[in-house]
């Protein structure tokens, strides 16, 4: 059964950090990303990294945010600098079968960040 499950959301002052973990189990990933919704929003890429280790941000958060993976913890993370409220968002892990290339999805954590 693949599983991600993401930890790490909070509610944090303009400026601040925190690190979100996504921790995945149940099958071997050729890609894992961190996307972001906001209300009315579409689901947007901020973030991914690929078995080879390659890294890929969306503009708007080049800078301030690193997607980084532990493979023996079997865990991703995304390291989140001098937040804005914009950053304001539920974060999802997503990740891609390296096989299957079946999408999957973690339940997401709220990130909210205060002016």
């Known amino acids: 059964q693949v599983q991600l499950v993401e930890s790490g959301g909070g509610l944090v002052q303009a400026g601040g950090s925190l690190r979100l973990s996504c921790i995945y189990s149940?099958?071997?990933?050729?890609?894992l990303d961190w996307y972001r919704q906001a209300p009315g929003n579409q689901r947007e890429l901020v973030a991914g990294?690929?078995?080879?280790?390659?890294?890929n941000y969306a503009d708007s958060v080049k800078g301030r945010f690193t997607i980084s993976r532990d493979t023996f913890k079997n865990t991703l993370y995304l390291q989140m600098n001098n937040l804005k409220p914009e950053d304001t968002a539920v974060y999802y892990c997503?990740?891609?079968?390296?096989?299957?290339?079946?999408?999957?999805w973690g339940q997401g954590t709220q990130v909210t960040v205060s002016s």
């Open positions: 997503n990740g891609v079968g390296r096989w299957s290339r079946a999408n999957y």
């Open positions: 149940g099958t071997i990933f050729s890609t």
């Open positions: 990294i690929t078995i080879g280790g390659s890294t």
